[in-house]
């Protein structure tokens, strides 16, 4: 049998019309019978780098007793002009995840998949403590099992208060060795008392390596430190409230 693990996440691709853009990682999210994708942000848009893709595709599996079977799902990003993605921000400013609602009926009869719900968030950021042994699921520089569609997980480990916002931001920090197209991974620590079809909890959503500002790169080594928002964001982002933060392309949400 698969580990369910791997099957909460998909390779996420961005194109604007017919030209692929990027590529990323996202996970599936379900409330109260509601599919959602999780990725970043800056996945599906990022005006400083000129990032304006239209749609994503993602890869989702249609058996799961053969997963070489597989089929790409594409999803607009825009609707009658304004984004379909929700996100949100917090005292400090804007958060880099977007939670993006699938349609069940534009999927496969036979689709197979895992999806975290609210039961795999923490409900106090002091259940966990600096030091803990992390999972991050994810296509690092779009690299995976490409016979069986799956993606891989790197190690990690809590390398900040995980009760503190770090800095004051929205996110906390993870010590792993992470690369370009991880970006939207789940953040996971192992629940074996949870629920035994996904036994993990799901801490963040894995945004990107920090490094030290003015230091040159050609002779210093990274710090191999990266952001994870905490992933209880996603309870704000799918609460069915009429406005969470949609835009219009080429306008910043306020």
């Not at 996440?9 to 599936?28: D, I, N, P």
């Not at 990107?208 to 992933?231: F, H, I, P, Q």
Request: proline share 5%; hydrophobic share 40%.
């Amino acid at each position: 049998m698969i580990e369910s693990l791997l099957l909460t996440t998909a390779r996420v691709s961005t194109f604007f019309g017919a030209q692929l853009l990027t590529g990323a990682s996202g996970f599936f999210f379900e409330r109260n019978e509601r599919l959602y994708l999780v990725t970043n942000r800056h996945v599906v848009i990022d005006k400083p780098s000129g990032h304006l893709p239209d749609r994503i595709e993602i890869e989702v599996h249609t058996d799961a007793e053969n997963l070489t079977r597989s089929t790409v799902l594409s999803v607009l990003l825009y609707r009658d002009g304004t984004s379909v993605w929700h996100q949100g921000r917090d005292s400090a400013g804007g958060i880099d995840v977007a939670a993006i609602e699938l349609d069940r009926a534009a999927l496969p009869a036979a689709v197979a998949l895992r999806c975290f719900t609210p039961a795999h968030l923490l409900h106090s950021l002091q259940e966990v403590e600096v030091g803990t042994p992390l999972l991050v699921v994810g296509f690092p520089l779009g690299f995976h099992d490409t016979l069986h569609h799956l993606p891989v997980v790197r190690q990690a480990v809590i390398a900040s208060s995980f009760g503190l916002r770090f800095q004051g931001q929205g996110y906390f920090l993870t010590d792993a060795r992470t690369h370009r197209g991880t970006s939207g991974a789940p953040v996971v620590m192992r629940d074996p008392t949870g629920d035994a079809r996904l036994p993990w909890k799901l801490l963040g959503v894995h945004s990107a390596r920090l490094e030290m500002g003015g230091g040159d790169m050609r002779v210093e080594e990274s710090l191999g430190l990266n952001c994870a928002w905490y992933a209880d964001i996603l309870l704000t982002l799918t609460d069915e409230a009429p406005d969470r933060g949609q835009q219009k392309p080429g306008r910043e949400a306020r």
